[in-house]
């Protein structure tokens, strides 16, 4: 989830997936190039089960990913 969208930001759309009893358990990600003191704290607030800052690695991501979805490597 970019926290940066154009009509709402990735907070408000996080809890609007969140709050959709079909789509609670969908892992969230949120990739932010914020990362200023709280940011995360406030990404996890919504709704997201992990925070990643920009720039990140793609293998890191898939780490994530995999974990998230209870895969082993």
């Known amino acids: ?6 009509v ?3 907070y408000e759309a996080t809890r ?8 609670k358990a969908t892992p969230v990600i949120a990739v ?7 940011d995360e ?3 996890r ?6 925070y990643v800052t920009k720039p990140y690695s793609p293998i890191q991501l ?3 990913i995999r974990g998230l979805l209870g895969e082993q490597e």
């Open 1 to 6: 989830m970019d926290i940066q969208l154009p």
């Open 8 to 10: 709402i930001d990735g």
């Open 16 to 23: 609007q997936i969140k709050s959709d009893p079909n789509l």
């Open 32 to 38: 932010s190039s914020y990362a200023m003191k709280g």
């Open 41 to 43: 704290e406030k990404a």
């Open 45 to 50: 607030a919504s709704g997201c089960d992990h």
């Open 62 to 64: 898939l780490r994530i």
